[in-house]
């Protein structure tokens, strides 16, 4: 079983860089999509429903803002758009398929780069986010959450963590929550269970300031975190860097599981 996490940064601007493409010749089971950028009135029938692919989505309210969605091979058994929050289920935070024995979960996390109150509401965010995810541990399923979580969890997940640690996306209160979502509530960094050592090739996004990308100034923050029975069949991981489709890469994770 193949999946596949990306932030799109706009999903028909990734269109035009050809991510549909790409994305068919990958030949995965799930794609979970971030930060789409778009309402469904925005949406053609190729994002619909590319060929061979089930859509599911949760837009922002807010146009041209966030949302989520998750692009399955097999119709789910039931489809379930935000986590029962109304200030972050109206930003398309989050959207879940189930099937029989696999929940698939694409997640965008707020940022808070942007100004203080942004990151206020990323630490709402966290708060309201964290018994959901016990939640969705303790119910027995087998659960792969994909997505930007918008957070740098270690020193090796970003080029230049001296300097980005008073930051948002490196601050002590957002990795230490990572780390309690992880030991805590019990989840598994997949990336991080087949590559523990890896610095410049984990990197999943760069800012378009500079030459970040040209020069590898990178950070970790796109994930695959599930449960720990799924998560020990992982087989590989890589982050895809041949084609660019936006300021973030594809990360593709492949398990040993029948999907």
Known sequence: ??????????????????????????????????????????????????AGYHGHFHYAEKKGYSGTGVYSREKPRSVTTGFG????????????????KLTVISLYCPSGSSSDDRQQA???????????????RKSGREVVICGDWNIAHKEIDLKNWKSNQ????FLPEERQWMSDVLDKADWRDVYRLLHPDTTGEAYTWWSN?????????????DYQVATPG????????????????????????NYDWLA
Not at 22 to 49: I, R, T, Y
Not at 209 to 221: L, M, P
Request: glycine residues 4%; aromatic residues 12%.
């Open 209 to 221: 300031r500079g030459q970040a990308w040209a020069n590898n100034v990178g950070w970790r923050i």
């Open 85 to 100: 929050n109304a200030e972050f289920d109206a930003e398309g935070r989050c959207v879940q398929v189930d099937f029989e």
């Open 166 to 169: 008073k930051n948002s996306g």
């Open 122 to 136: 990323k630490f709402r965010f966290m708060d309201a986010f964290m018994p959901h995810l016990l939640s969705l």
């Open 1 to 50: 079983m193949k999946i596949i996490s990306a932030n799109l940064n706009g999903i028909r601007s990734a269109a035009k860089k050809n991510f549909f493409e790409w994305m068919h010749k990958q030949q995965a089971d799930f794609v979970c999509v971030q930060e789409l950028k778009a309402q469904h009135a925005d949406m053609s029938p190729d994002f619909l429903a590319p």
């Open 230 to 253: 799924i998560a020990a069949t992982s087989k590989s991981a890589s982050v895809y860097k041949d084609e660019r489709f936006s300021d973030h890469s594809p990360l593709i994770i």
